[in-house]
């Protein structure tokens, strides 16, 4: 035995007053192999504090101490530390307070007369009490599960319950009061677990649980409908399990119910709303398509598809979508892509229909997932009337754009807010520089605002406006433009904005302008030439009776000498006259039709005036009215390069204007040298201004620009006061300018005129000429009458007349009466100075004649004379090698004029060559 205890420590309270006791006590335990902590109190304090401060393995108490006892101990010891054996070591007790003890929880007692009893005592108390220990553990462990397992089923969600084989509840969580609506003291051992379903399903649903009882089989989700304690019905799903006693008979069953009312609900709002969306699908008025996208089977169409496409559900849901795109497939396919990655969403396709049309579509299409799947889903429209008014649009857009009219579109306020690229060229402004601008950039200023405003109120009060606009491009250019500004009103008749449609019609009105001048022109020189034709029958008229009048009288067979010179005077003067105006025509016709030519050549102006002054002295002296010529060059310095006729037709002009249109006074005729500035400004070039001076009648201001036009009078009224046809002036100015001058008046009514033409008088060098002028007079005073000439004409008579006149300047006159006679005629006469060639002649006209004489001789002086003076004829003459043209009748004048040229030509011809050389 001692064995057994030899090494357990063994921690004790001794409660003793005896100290021969108390070692009595360490004696025998230590002895029995105790390794002994032992604590001795002697008193109740002492023990009641040795209890507080430390745990013990035994107590070890006397029954009787001072003021003390084994009771009073046991009580103490027991409150304290209940676990810890307590053993009475006392001398003789009686029985009964023995068993008193052992009922008051004292686990033995050991009579001090027999101590040997000791170390059994303790080892008996330490063995129940490490079993008491044990047991109590393990039931601490129980009660320890319960609750852990109670606390779940509390607090789970699900509603934990135990039935017995009957159903009736032997255990409910108390959820259920959450669930159902009873607490669990309701439940348990009152209700069967089918009380609380729903009337209508009880039977069934309880028989179909006891058939799974009668089976002892494990359920899962066990749906049933219960009505709660507040009358709502509660869905629960109920799983379980049978409880099984050793012998595997049924004792009940153990499960949990959980709430799926929320969920059911759900899912019928689901299910309902799903019922809804379909609806909608269905009945949409979009054409609807749902479209699986692997392989473009068509799952679902709408009604409005159905009607859209032609086909039945039935006939759709069998289709390819690619049946009714038109689209190669391979291509649709990378579309539907794009539809299901939502890189797109909207297309523009065109469909086919059942009938085989084919529609513009726009198409939106999303993917849906139905069922884990993905879908597209497409809502078409049908676009082809947007589309048709697109095209239409964009046909307006184009016509506009490349119009050749200005198309501006502004606000209502005249903001620019478009114009066509036509508006650009009209204007000379950008696109950019227009838009946002008020049309007033265009603006002349040449329009009165009153233009502006009646413009506004009338497109304001929501009317089209028409006009013309003088407007001003970007360069400050003006032109004109015609508008019409129409108002755009909008669907509740506000003005919102206007367009102006606008056309360039600058050059239009400047053709009319220019029709308008014609037309005024035509119409006045129609009413001149009616004037004309009445002057020119009276100026014709008066002539003709003259000389009809008096060679009637010249038959009178008792005349007198002088009365026959007297009115074969007449008939002179008249045919004179006849023949100025005749010539004035042909001249003014030549100009007309461009065939007058400048012939130039060098000529001394000094002399040709002094010629013309001479010829006309006598006739204003005759009117008693001073003449006189100032010429401001030497004689020596007076050549220039000039058409001489030319001048010489100018100058006679406007003195026979003068002479004619003076009746007292006197008449200047000159020259001055001007300076003038050439047109390079490199040189300054020369010209004389020829003046005709006159002391008449005058001009009134306001015609003395007309008196230069063809047929004009200064006064139409005074047509029958003085003679003439209203040519002379139109006929000079049109030489004075193809001589390269110009001629102006200056003119006061009853003082006189002074007529001024210029002409370019290039070759003068200031210096003197070194022309041989003395033979100056001889020419000039026409003294010559040792010519020798040749008539070459097949008119007898003509050829006579001529001869009368000419014997005045010629000692020898040789006949010829064709081409070939005069080229005969001239051989054998070298020296002949004049060939008056006629050109009409039988065998060889005077124009082959000529050319073949200029074959041997260049210096023979030849005159062409023609019997109809023909537009051209004279260059043709010239053109022929003649040196001169006349026409017939040849009269004294002329003839005069032809000797003056030969002989010019005779003195001046080193001159001339030398001059020609240098013109070559
Ligand atoms: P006309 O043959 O009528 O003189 P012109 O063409 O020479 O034709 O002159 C036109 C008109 O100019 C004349 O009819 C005359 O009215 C006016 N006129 C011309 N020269 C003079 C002048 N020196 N003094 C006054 N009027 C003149």
Not at 587 to 610: F, P, Y
Request: hydrophobic fraction near 40%; charged fraction near 30%.
């Amino acid at each position: 035995m001692g064995k057994d205890i030899e090494s357990i420590e063994l921690k004790v309270l001794v409660l003793e007053d005896s100290i021969r006791d108390m070692e009595l006590i360490s004696e025998m335990l230590s002895d029995a192999g105790y390794n002994l902590d032992l604590t001795h109190v002697e008193d109740e304090f002492g023990f009641t504090s040795a209890l507080k401060k430390s745990d013990y393995d035994i107590i070890l108490s006397d029954f009787k101490l001072p003021g003390f006892d084994a009771f009073g101990a046991l009580e103490i010891s027991r409150k304290i530390c209940p676990e810890v054996p307590f053993i009475c070591v006392s001398g003789s007790i009686g029985e009964e307070t023995a068993i008193e003890l052992l009922k008051l929880g004292a686990v033995d007692y050991v009579l001090k007369d027999r101590p040997e009893r000791l170390p059994f005592a303790v080892k008996r108390a330490l063995d129940e009490a490490k079993k008491k220990t044990a047991h109590l553990k393990s039931i601490q462990d129980l009660q320890e599960s319960e609750h852990r397992f109670r606390q779940v089923a509390e607090t789970a969600h699900e509603w934990i319950w135990e039935v017995d084989k009957n159903g009736l509840y032997t255990y409910v969580s108390s959820v259920v009061e959450t669930l159902i609506g009873f607490s669990p003291e309701e439940m348990v051992g009152r209700n069967y677990f089918y009380d609380s379903f729903i009337p209508e399903k009880k039977e069934e649903l309880k028989n179909a649980a006891f058939e799974i009882f009668s089976r002892k089989e494990t359920f899962r989700n066990f749906e049933n409908q219960n009505i709660h304690k507040n009358g709502n019905i509660v869905i629960l799903s109920t799983s379980g399990s049978p409880i099984l006693d050793k012998d595997g008979n049924l004792t009940g069953y153990r499960g949990v119910d959980e709430d799926i009312t929320e969920q059911r609900r759900a899912e019928k709002a689901l299910s309902e709303s799903e019922k809804k969306f379909r609806k909608l699908f269905q009945n949409h008025a979009a054409v609807k398509l749902i479209i699986d996208p692997e392989n473009g089977k068509i799952v679902e169409a709408n009604l409005a598809a159905i009607e859209f496409y032609g086909w039945s559900l039935n006939e759709l849901q069998k289709m390819n979508i690619s049946q009714i795109n038109t689209l190669p497939q391979e291509v649709l396919q990378k579309e539907i892509e794009k539809a299901l990655k939502k890189k797109k969403v909207q297309f523009e396709f065109k469909h086919r229909k059942v009938d085989g049309s084919i529609v513009d579509v726009e198409v939106f299409s999303s993917s849906i997932k139905i069922g884990g799947k993905l879908f597209l889903h497409s809502i078409i429209h049908d676009i082809s009337e947007r589309k048709k008014a697109e095209e239409k649009i964009k046909l307006l857009n184009r016509a506009i754009e490349s119009s050749s009219i200005s198309v501006v579109i502004t606000d209502r306020v005249g903001t620019i807010e478009y114009v066509n690229p036509f508006s650009e060229n009209a204007t000379g402004y950008s696109f950019n520089e227009l838009i946002g601008k008020n049309p007033r950039i265009l603006k002349s200023g040449n329009q009165p605002n009153e233009f502006y405003e009646d413009l506004w109120n009338t497109i304001l009060s929501g009317k089209n406006w028409e006009g013309e606009f003088h407007n001003k491009r970007k360069n400050g250019q003006l032109y004109w433009e015609k508008a019409v500004i129409s108002p755009i009103v909008n669907s509740e008749g506000v003005v919102t904005n206007f367009v102006a449609i606008k056309e360039d019609i600058t050059e239009r009105k400047r053709i009319l302008k220019e029709l308008v001048a014609a037309k005024e022109k035509a119409e006045e020189s129609e009413k001149l030439k009616s004037a004309f034709l009445a002057n020119m029958s009276h100026e014709i008229r008066t002539p003709m009776n003259g000389i009809l009048g008096f060679a009637e009288l010249l038959k009178e067979p008792d005349l007198s000498g002088e009365q026959q010179k007297y009115f074969i005077s007449i008939i002179e003067k008249s045919g004179a006259r006849m023949l100025n105006i005749i010539n004035d025509i042909v001249d003014i016709s030549k100009i007309e039709a461009g065939q007058m030519r400048v012939e130039k050549k060098e000529t001394n102006i000094n002399e040709q005036l002094e010629y013309i002054y001479n010829f006309f002295k006598p006739e204003v002296e005759a009117k008693a009215i001073n003449f006189s010529l100032h010429c401001a060059l030497p004689v020596g310095e007076a050549y220039l390069i000039t058409d001489r006729e030319k001048v010489y037709a100018i100058l006679t002009n406007l003195v026979k204007n003068a002479i004619k249109y003076t009746d007292t006074g006197s008449i200047e005729m000159g020259y001055l040298l001007k300076t003038e500035p050439a047109s390079d400004n490199t040189r300054a070039g020369y010209q004389l201004e020829f003046y005709v001076k006159d002391t008449g009648i005058g001009i009134e201001k306001d015609r003395q620009e007309a008196i230069f036009e063809r047929f004009i009078q200064a006064d139409i009224t005074d047509i029958m006061a003085r003679q003439g046809a209203g040519l002379g002036l139109s006929i000079a100015k049109a030489y004075v300018e193809m001589l390269g001058g110009n001629i102006r008046v200056e003119s006061e009514m009853g003082k006189g005129s002074v007529f001024y033409f210029t002409i370019p008088f290039s070759n003068y060098n200031g210096k003197q000429s070194n022309i041989d002028i003395e033979n100056r007079n001889n020419e000039n005073g026409f003294q010559q009458n040792n010519l020798k000439a040749i008539i070459a004409d097949d008119d007898k008579f003509s050829a006579k007349l001529l001869s009368i006149e000419l014997s005045k300047f010629c000692n020898e006159i040789i006949f010829a009466e064709t081409g070939a006679a005069a080229v005969e005629a001239f051989g054998k006469n070298p020296d002949t100075d004049l060939i008056f060639m006629d050109i009409q002649m039988p065998e060889m006209n005077g124009y082959e004649a000529t050319r073949q004489i200029r074959q041997f001789n260049t210096d023979v002086f030849i005159i062409a004379v023609t019997a109809f003076a023909l537009a051209g004829d004279r260059e043709i003459a010239l053109d022929n090698g003649c040196n001169e043209y006349i026409s017939k009748p040849i009269i004294k004048d002329e003839l005069k004029t032809m000797i003056q040229k030969y002989l010019h030509k005779r003195i001046t011809k080193p001159s001339i060559s030398k001059m020609e050389n240098d013109l070559r």
